[in-house]
């Protein structure tokens, strides 16, 4: 069946609204109407693509592989009306960005002011996560992953090694004495699920019978606790780290070679040249080659 996107906006409705009455309104069209329309549909896919409760509906397997597709529609009908009306031209709208805790914290945070300042019209959503988020489904627009994507359908925008250190606040580096190592040092890291997480198997390697001061399954917890000066922990050397110095100081430790925080942007093919999420990447990029320049010129 060669579907219409009358067809598919109707759909779309239905699926956003939770119910066929209220699908009908939002279009202002008559419910038998619209029952017909959706019925017409479902009879050319051979398929059903809701299921009528008294409540409302819920989509079939059918309508939740057609869900995604449909939704990537509507994205590109929204950003080709916007392109040819010069009163809206600017580029806007949500952005959403899933990214593991540490990430989206030390990484996306610092640059939201940057792009809310060039780019005030869009909005970022940071989802972070250690859940996976499935791209392909629409459930976020950027992800900021360890590793690249090996899946076709999506895209590996690019790659960084973020650079790790060791910090702690001043008021405690001053307590430490003039040398010293992993085991002198009261560390901060994952607690219940998270335990297993990098850096505490590194950490657990260098000190035997390793038991952490303080540990949370939050991320901006244990930042909060090391700035209060719990213990040292584990950071990326992002940005706002290197040039805001004073809350947190990097200690000399040579850390393990194991201790890499790769970082790849990745995004679904249909999202990659939406001028908004294009926008977003080529900001996170800007800040990918900030990082690369920062080590170059750390090397002796």
């Known amino acids: 069946m060669d579907l219409q996107w009358d067809d598919l906006r109707i759909f779309l409705a239905v699926c956003d609204a939770g119910s066929l ?6 279009l202002r069209v008559s ?24 409540l409302g509906i819920s989509l ?17 009908a929204t950003e080709a009306n916007r392109s040819l009306d010069a009163k809206t031209s600017s580029v806007s709208g949500r952005v959403r960005i899933a990214a593991i805790p540490s990430f989206a914290f030390d990484f996306l945070a610092p640059i939201a002011e940057k792009l809310k300042r ?7 959503e940071v989802l972070a996560s250690t859940q996976r ?5 629409g459930e976020a627009d950027i992800a900021l992953r360890r590793y690249p994507s090996n899946d076709p359908d999506l895209i590996t925008v690019e790659e960084v090694v ?9 008021d405690y580096a001053r307590t430490l004495p003039a040398k010293y190592n992993f085991r002198d040092l009261d560390w901060i890291a994952w607690a219940g699920e998270r335990e297993m997480t990098s850096p505490n198997p590194e950490l657990a390697i260098r000190i035997p019978d390793f038991r952490p001061a303080f540990t949370s399954d939050d991320y901006s917890v244990q930042v909060a606790a090391c700035q209060a000066g719990v213990g040292a922990m584990i950071l990326l050397k992002t940005s706002h780290r290197l040039k805001r110095p004073g809350e947190l100081v990097e200690l000399k430790l040579e850390l393990p070679t194991s201790l890499r925080a790769e970082l790849a942007i990745i995004c679904h093919k249909r999202m990659a040249d939406l ?8 900001l996170i990029r800007q800040e990918f080659a900030n990082l690369r320049k920062s080590q170059g010129a750390r090397k002796p």
């Open 21 to 26: 009455s209220g699908a009908a309104r939002r």
């Open 31 to 54: 419910q038998p109407t619209l029952s017909r329309r959706i019925a017409e549909m479902e009879h050319g896919l051979g398929e059903l693509l809701f299921v009528r409760k008294n």
């Open 60 to 76: 079939t397997k059918a309508g939740q592989r057609l869900l995604p597709a449909v939704q990537g529609m509507a994205q590109w």
């Open 118 to 124: 060039k780019h005030p019209q869009i909005t970022l």
């Open 133 to 137: 988020l499935n791209l392909s489904l």
């Open 162 to 170: 973020v650079p790790i250190g060791a910090y702690a606040s001043r």
């Open 275 to 282: 001028p908004k999420v294009r926008t977003v990447v080529d």
